[in-house]
């Protein structure tokens, strides 16, 4: 006998896929803007994300050679340098440069809380001397996904995430000494109706920013980060 409860379901599962909600108290999912050495010929160097032109970033090329260093947390750095040597950093404000361009929101609430969140966890002293480490970033990914997927799908359907970049270059060397990856995801099901993709936002960002500082401050301050 067929269960037309069953069928129903299985229809409305099968609509939602397609389905994109525009709602005023909701974040509009955003294209992911990942791209690939092949699509962009003029990218000739992942040696720092500066190399990348605007709303472009390939995690695969930029993240090649690091290697796992914390929760989510891509690391390479030159073990010929030993950063617990500088007392200091110049600290730069991470902006929204390579991040996919779209006007269905403002990235500029989530990257003024990782600002925020990234400056205040920094334990090392923060000057503005030519003699301190400089510390520049980007804000790479920032993406709500889909609530109404999350709900009626789950399996990782509608996964919203955001990532940053970040390299400390020694004073006046033109290549980074030290990069980081970092990136958090979310994808909450039916229980949780989805999740609310503005308040996972902000707690993604801010968790992204205190994560990146304490790797600072570990590799920087601590005498044996570097070794």
């Not at 990257?111 to 400089?134: G, T, Y």
């Not at 709500?144 to 999350?150: E, I, L, Q």
């Not at 980081?180 to 902000?202: C, E, H, K, Q």
Request: glycine share 8%; hydrophobic share 40%.
């Amino acid at each position: 006998m067929i269960n037309i409860k069953f069928i129903l379901k299985v229809l409305i599962m099968i609509c939602v896929m397609g389905i994109t909600v525009r709602c005023t108290k909701q974040v509009p999912p955003v294209e992911t803007h990942v791209t690939t050495a092949q699509a962009s010929p003029n990218i000739v160097s992942f040696a720092t994300f500066k190399n990348y032109p605007d709303h472009t970033f390939d995690v695969k090329g930029y993240t090649e050679g690091m290697t796992k260093g914390g929760h989510n947390l891509l690391i390479w750095k030159d073990s010929a340098i030993n950063l617990s040597q500088y007392n200091s950093v110049k600290l730069t404000e991470f902006g929204s440069r390579l991040l996919t361009a779209q006007k269905a929101f403002s990235y500029d609430p989530y990257i003024a809380l990782f600002n925020l969140a990234f400056r205040s966890s920094l334990k090392v002293p923060q000057k503005d001397s030519p003699d301190d480490l400089l510390i520049e970033g980007e804000v790479v990914e920032c993406n709500p996904g889909s609530r109404v997927a999350r709900y009626w799908i789950g399996f990782g359907a509608g996964k919203g995430a955001c990532a940053v970049v970040c390299e400390v270059y020694e004073p006046g060397k033109p290549n980074p000494c030290m990069r980081i990856y970092a990136r958090d995801s979310f994808s909450m099901g039916p229980l949780a109706y989805g999740g609310d993709s503005v308040f996972t936002l902000n707690q993604i960002m801010s968790q992204l920013g205190t994560r990146l500082a304490m790797t600072l401050n570990t590799n920087i301050t601590e005498k044996g980060g570097d070794k």
